[in-house]
């Protein structure tokens, strides 16, 4: 079974759209940042500071939720919809870890190059400015 030349001529501009992502987040963030997997905070802190974090969460699932895939076809969307499921579920590994006191920094940079492809930056430095919550 051949590909029909629509099939084909549609992979190869979203392999092209898929590049130009890439290298779009590459240039934004040039060296990855490193961060321990977590770090603590102490029950005062998470006290002080839980309304806030639940806060960022939260809008930042509901932006997520709200997204549209970038490109027509059932590929982008299908792209799209893992994308907003990586975002979400990273979200929720957030919210697990700031209940155990933690602040779960690989989650932090998942979450935010997931909503990075969406195209929601402000949302992702929202999410990596959660690591400085404790101002430390």
């Known amino acids: 079974m ?8 549609l992979l190869s501009a979203l392999g092209s759209r898929l590049s130009a992502l890439g290298s779009r987040l590459s240039a934004q963030c040039p060296t990855p ?3 321990p997997m977590s770090k603590q905070v102490s029950p005062e802190l998470r006290a002080k500071y839980d309304e806030i974090f639940m806060q960022v969460i939260l809008g930042t699932q509901a932006e997520a939720q709200t997204t549209q895939p970038q490109a027509p076809g059932n590929l982008a969307a299908m792209f799209h919809k893992e994308q907003v499921a990586d975002a979400l579920q990273q979200c929720a590994v957030l919210i697990a870890a700031w209940n155990r006191g933690e602040i779960d920094t690989r989650a932090i940079g998942k979450c935010a190059a997931s909503l990075k492809g969406l195209g929601l930056t402000a949302a ?4 990596e400015n959660l690591v400085k919550i404790d101002g430390i």
Do not use: G, H, K
């Open 33 to 35: 940042i490193m961060f």
């Open 2 to 9: 051949t590909p029909s030349i629509a099939a084909v001529t």
């Open 124 to 127: 992702a430095e929202r999410i």
